[in-house]
């Protein structure tokens, strides 16, 4: 049996922590720091030590005889997590913090990209205002302006003049709106089409697609407002079809991790290519070393197989023996939100309805939320992501949004609309 050790305190990690202990192979599992929801996971122990506390996660890893750790959140990533744990002899899932510089650096991997003929957007990085200014005069409009370094999800915007350009850089480049992350900005062509998000498996030259999903980034219905770290997902994304998605696999994801291996810094881990796919085709619009926040729900509710086994085979360099299945039945999970997120927001307010008799195809994972004497509170801006899974994804969402009213908490807030693009293509 093996005892697992999930690194993250949000949704993704409660969709991961949840998944890995239902696996036959698993003993116990334990989340560090974890949240309100994985405290009470039937099989998983939440563990108070921080995300960034390098030396303390070895250790607990050491102390509980961990056989496999998955890293949830970016940033121990970046800062060399699976290196520390290689070097100690532990098991890890997740890339080095070289590999890592494919989220970690958005100009590293705009230059990776480029140097592998990945299709991408036309790009530049500038460091001072002036030379942004001098790019953006002789490109089409909008231009997408994005900080170099990690944003949780937020440092984008979309500038559609000259006065917004102006302003972006100058608060990017300041360290006013994103530190030490936005001391250097890539400047890119606005895309026209549609986002799909396409995670895979990696292991050095080794590729296994996970089921495809669509996120939704705008905070309002219509894709509208500021961009969030995700509001709801879908799996799967109708987009991709069985050709695109070939198309993706040969023209993006192997290149990316026979790159890698070329550059001397092999990939092992999640790799999440988020795509634009145009008329011309699909074009990678970022990368991301580690599973998307809130796609990982729905495509855990649809995964059948044993994650922690195939894990392991990963890290063992056993990926080409495993085949993942499937539940053909489309999921989606809608985001509970603290009002005014992704700005300023109100902590601390008890949650109401979570003890509700869930239907089996229901599952509220917990994000943004502690477990206090009193009750489970918000403190977070994404709080909860109530997933679905339905014989139809217009069967899900009508069940999910059928049962977001049963849960409360001040000033809650999600979107009446996720799925839509999907649905769109797909209505069934």
């Known amino acids: ?73 970016e940033a121990p990533l970046a800062a060399g997590l699976v290196d520390r744990f290689k070097a100690a002899g532990l098991k890890c899932f997740g890339p080095g913090a070289d590999a890592a510089r494919l989220e970690s650096s958005k100009a590293f991997a705009k230059d990776f990209l480029s140097r592998h003929e990945i299709p991408t957007a036309t790009w530049t990085v500038v460091d001072t205002v002036e030379a942004g200014m001098q790019f953006a005069r002789g490109q089409v409009l909008p231009l997408v302006l994005k900080a170099d370094g990690l944003a949780a999800g937020k440092g984008v915007v979309i500038a559609d003049n000259d006065e917004t350009i102006q302003r972006t850089l100058e608060d990017m480049l300041s360290g006013e709106a994103f530190g030490e992350a936005g001391r250097r900005v890539v400047i890119e062509e606005f895309l026209v089409g549609e986002e799909a998000s396409f995670i895979a498996l990696v292991d050095g030259r080794e590729v296994l697609a996970l089921a495809t999903s669509q996120d939704h980034k705008q905070r309002d219905d219509g894709d509208r407002g500021p961009n969030t770290g995700g509001m709801g997902a879908c799996s799967p994304a109708p987009i991709i079809t069985d050709a695109l998605h070939q198309h993706v696999i040969d023209e993006i994801i192997r290149p990316t991790a026979e790159g890698m291996v070329d550059d001397g810094c092999p990939f092992t881990g999640f790799l999440y290519a988020g795509l634009m796919v145009t008329q011309g085709g699909a074009r990678v619009l970022e990368f991301n070393v580690r599973l998307g926040d809130p796609e990982t729900q729905p495509i ?72 206090e004497e009193h009750g489970t509170v918000t403190c977070g801006g994404r709080v909860l992501c109530v997933t679905a899974i339905g014989e139809s994804l217009a069967k899900a969402r009508a069940e999910v949004y059928r049962w977001l009213p049963e849960i409360g908490f001040r000033d809650a807030y999600w979107r009446n609309d996720i799925g839509h693009r999907a649905l769109a293509r797909d209505p069934q």
């Open 300 to 371: 855990v509710m649809r995964l059948k197989s044993d994650l922690a086994e195939a894990l392991l085979k990963a890290l063992n360099g056993r990926l080409n023996e495993v085949e993942l299945e499937w539940d053909p039945r489309p999921a989606i999970g809608v985001v509970m939100a603290a009002g005014g997120y992704p700005a300023d927001y109100r902590t601390g307010d008890v949650i109401a309805g979570l003890d509700s008799e869930w239907p089996d195809e229901i599952k509220v994972f917990h994000a943004g939320t502690r477990l």
């Open 1 to 73: 049996m093996t005892n697992v050790l999930v690194i993250g305190a949000g949704g993704r990690e409660h969709a991961l922590a949840w998944k890995l202990a239902r696996s036959p192979s698993v003993e116990r599992v334990l989340v560090a720091p974890g949240n309100g929801g994985t405290a009470l996971e039937e099989g998983v122990e939440n563990v108070d030590v921080a995300i960034d506390d390098l030396d303390g996660l070895v250790a607990l890893a050491r102390q509980h005889a961990v056989d496999l750790t998955v890293v949830g959140p």
